[in-house]
């Protein structure tokens, strides 16, 4: 095969479905349409082939697509910045552009370390991160994951001394800080939902404890926003609710439209690398960091997240979702799981879910299971009756013998 496809044995793959359009919720394919239930890797938020978001691209085409930012500016990169520095909270007033997740990921780790160098301090090269914590496929951002599954090829260096990982407990939260405080240059987390880690879920108090001990220790604490932000944890961002020091957001920032991505700091970040000195700057730049196409995307999709009243559909969703799952069990399943527009039924065996994907085809439905996991995070652009045609066919999966 030319093309080759992620997180799949080539060889054994099944043949993947060729989308031929897509608009609103739905994709059409030659044998029909589905609903997308994941929002291409949960990014889609306003849907397919937005006419606000299509025009926003168009209107930028014109004069240019892209210019690098070395040594040059646009306007599309100035406004996006600005309304990103406007909009979340408190002083995470400093945006560096980077194309994906993982790098911008990678971004935050490197500001992280460099933030103490720059003061001096050369001790605190440790990350504390979570158990189950997925944060991108580059080689950094595997460090920091904990999941085997896309991670083995760790394997081959052996596991990073300088990365601790901890369970979403205060108990495990205080203990870490107690052992590690000295060495401890940041703490990265998915906030509230770990995503591929197995859309687990946990308590916002455990956050609260992070920052009053970072703050204590004069440690970094970094949200890993790129699949939480944007309101799928029912949240804006859970930085409205916990204040990190370093914000990363991606995936969702252009609606789905184009690869692109944000590394957000604080005040105190920042002026930790504003210097005199050469040797203080970022030392980073990818090639289509701040892409003028991106950007006026970005700055579309929030419009529409503002002007839509999206928090409100997104609180909709998951009432309708809690009323449609309240009191549904079955002896395979260990739990049930809902938070803003995500739900999760997580089954004891994996085999479980096998032929589930076909199943929902068939009932109009893309779904694209992993281990023990089916879980949907739909556009918030999707109506109630499709959002239940997506619930009933999960349900349905566990009703059919």
Known sequence: PMLWYPYTQMKTMEEPLEILDAKGVWLYTNEGKLIDSISSWWSVIHGYSHPKLNEAILSQVPRF??????????????????????WLPGSLNHCFFSDSGSVAVEVALKMALQYYINQGDTQRTMVLALEHAYHGDTFKTMEIGDDPDYHFVLNAYGKNPHVVH????????????AKYHQKLNCMIVEPLLQGAGGMRMYDISFLERARELCDQYGVLLIFDEVATGFGRTGHRFVADVVEPDILVLGKALTGGYLGHAVTVANDRVFAAFYD????????????????????????????????????????????????????FTDPRIREI?????????????????????????????????FLSYLYAMVPYVISEAELMQVLDTMKAWFQKD
Do not use: W
């Not at 950007?295 to 909709?316: D, G, N, P, Q």
């Open 166 to 177: 901890i369970p979403t407990t205060i108990d495990a939260l205080e203990q870490a800080f």
């Open 337 to 369: 799981r809902i938070m803003g527009g995500c739900v999760c039924i997580e089954v004891y065996d994996p085999a479980v879910l096998k032929g589930y994907a076909a199943f929902a085809r068939q009932r109009g439905v893309f779904s694209r299971p």
């Open 276 to 327: 005199d000195n050469p040797d203080h700057a970022l030392m980073h730049g990818p090639t289509f960091m701040g892409n003028a196409l991106a950007c006026r995307v970005a700055l579309a999709s929030i419009s529409l997240f503002e002007e839509e009243h999206t928090m409100e559909k997104i609180h909709r969703i998951e009432e309708i979702t809690r009323l449609e799952m309240a009191g």
């Open 65 to 86: 697509s892209h210019i690098m930012l070395g040594s040059l500016t646009h306007k599309p990169v100035q406004e996006l910045s600005e309304k990103l520095a406007s």
